[in-house]
C-alpha cells in the first residue's frame, strides 16, 4: 500500500500540479472509475436500448458532478488563493498589503491572521529600526556640525587673524625697502591667502548649519523652516514662501523626531528642486489636517518625472523618515506645472494610540 502511494506521489509531482489541481485530478479519476464500474455492472443486467440509456445518464451525471465539484472546490480553495496572490505582492516589495481574513474557512483564516501579525511585527520592527538609524545619523550630524564649528572653524578664525597680522607686518617691512614689484607680489599673495581663509571659514559654518542648524535645537520648528527658507533664497536662488500659521497652535506638541523628520524632508526637497527642477519659486505649507500632519512642498518647475532618473538616496532618505513615524511620502508631478511632495505624517497622539494597538496584537 506504501509503495502504491509513494508512485501515485511520484506521479503526482512529476506533474508540476498545484494542490488545487492535485485535488481535481484525484476527484476526476475517483469519478470516473466509478462511472465505468456501475457501466460495468449494468451491462450484464440490462438490454442493449435500456444499457445505452444508462450509458448517457451515467456520462451526464458523472460530468455535472464533476463540474459541481470543480466549482464547490474553487469556493473552498478562493481564500487560499487570495493568501497565496498576498504573499506573492509582499515577496515582491509590496510590504503594506495584508491578507484577507476569510470566515468562509477558519484554518485559512488563522493562517493569514498569523500571516498578517508577522507582517505587523516586522514592519514595526523596520520602523523601529530606521528611527535608531536616523537618530544615530542625526547624533552623528550634530557632532561633526559642533566640531566643524568650534575646532575647525577657531583655527581658521586663527588662521584669518594671523595673516592679517603678517599683512601689517608687511606693511612695515615693505616700508623699509623692499622693491615696487616686489611689494605688489608680496601683498597680493597675503590678499588672496586672507581671502582664501575667509571662504573657508564660511563655508565651514555654511557646511556646519546644513548637517545639523542649531536654530532647529535652540528656538524650535518655525524657527528653522523660516532658516531653511532665508538660506535656500540666498543659496540656491529659490523664492521659499512659508505656509505656517495652521501648524503654530499645535507645533509645541511635536516630538524631537518629528521637527528633525518634517526638517530634513523640507531640505531635501529644496536640494532637489534647486538641482533637477529649474524652478524659481517654492511654497512650503505645514499643517494639521484630521489625525495626521501634512507637510507639502510645490515648486513651478518643469516636473518629475521618475522613468527619466532613479529614485537617489535623497528621495529614499524623505520615503524612510515618514516611513518610520507610520507616514507616507508622495511626488505628484503636475507637467510643466512643477512637482509637489507631500509627506504625511500621523498625529503623535494617534501614532502612539496605533502603536500601543500594535503592541497589544503582538
Do not use: C
Request: no cysteine; glycine share 6%.
Amino acid at each position: 500500500m506504501n509503495k502504491v502511494v509513494r508512485v501515485l506521489t511520484a506521479w503526482l509531482k512529476s506533474w508540476h500540479l498545484s494542490l488545487f489541481e492535485k485535488v481535481i485530478l484525484v476527484n476526476s479519476i475517483m469519478l470516473i472509475g466509478e462511472a465505468l464500474a456501475a457501466l460495468w455492472v449494468t451491462s450484464h443486467q440490462l438490454e442493449v436500448h435500456h444499457y445505452l440509456i444508462d450509458t448517457i445518464f451515467i456520462v451526464m451525471a458523472a460530468l455535472f458532478t464533476l463540474f459541481a465539484n470543480i466549482i464547490l472546490l474553487r469556493a473552498s480553495f478562493r481564500p487560499l488563493f487570495e493568501l497565496l496572490k498576498t504573499i506573492r505582492a509582499v515577496g515582491s516589495g509590496q510590504m503594506q498589503e495584508r491578507a484577507r481574513v476569510s470566515a468562509a474557512s477558519w484554518e485559512i483564516g488563522e493562517l493569514a491572521q498569523a500571516f498578517n501579525s508577522m507582517l505587523d511585527r516586522l514592519e514595526l520592527a523596520r520602523r523601529e529600526r530606521t528611527r535608531v538609524i536616523l537618530q544615530a545619523q542625526e547624533n552623528e550630524r550634530r557632532r561633526i556640525g559642533m566640531e566643524l564649528h568650534d575646532e575647525t572653524g577657531q583655527n581658521l578664525t586663527a588662521l584669518l587673524i594671523h595673516t592679517e597680522v603678517l599683512h601689517q607686518h608687511f606693511q612695515v617691512l615693505a616700508a623699509a625697502g623692499l622693491t615696487e614689484q616686489a611689494k605688489k607680489q608680496l601683498d597680493s599673495e597675503l590678499l588672496q591667502l586672507t581671502h582664501l581663509t575667509q571662504l573657508s571659514l564660511e563655508n565651514v559654518r555654511v557646511l556646519a548649519q546644513q548637517l545639523r542648524p542649531s536654530v532647529l535645537d535652540d528656538l524650535g520648528l518655525l524657527a528653522a523652516f523660516r532658516w531653511l527658507g532665508e538660506d535656500s533664497s540666498q543659496r540656491l536662488r529659490l523664492q521659499v514662501e512659508l505656509d505656517l500659521q495652521q501648524i503654530e497652535p499645535m507645533v509645541k506638541e511635536l516630538p524631537a523626531s518629528y521637527e528633525t523628520a518634517l526638517f530634513r524632508i523640507a531640505q531635501e526637497s529644496l536640494t532637489n528642486v534647486a538641482r533637477h527642477a529649474h524652478a524659481q519659486n517654492v511654497l512650503i505649507s505645514l499643517f494639521p489636517k484630521h489625525t495626521a500632519i501634512y507637510l507639502t512642498i510645490q515648486d513651478d518647475g518643469n516636473g518629475y518625472r521618475p522613468e527619466d532618473r532613479k529614485a537617489g538616496t535623497g528621495i529614499l532618505g524623505m520615503r524612510e523618515r515618514a516611513t518610520s513615524l507610520g507616514g507616507t511620502l508622495t511626488i505628484i508631478s503636475n507637467g510643466q506645472q512643477g512637482t509637489t511632495v507631500q509627506a504625511v505624517l500621523p498625529a503623535p497622539t494617534a501614532r502612539n494610540q496605533l502603536a500601543i494597538i500594535e503592541q497589544n496584537k503582538g
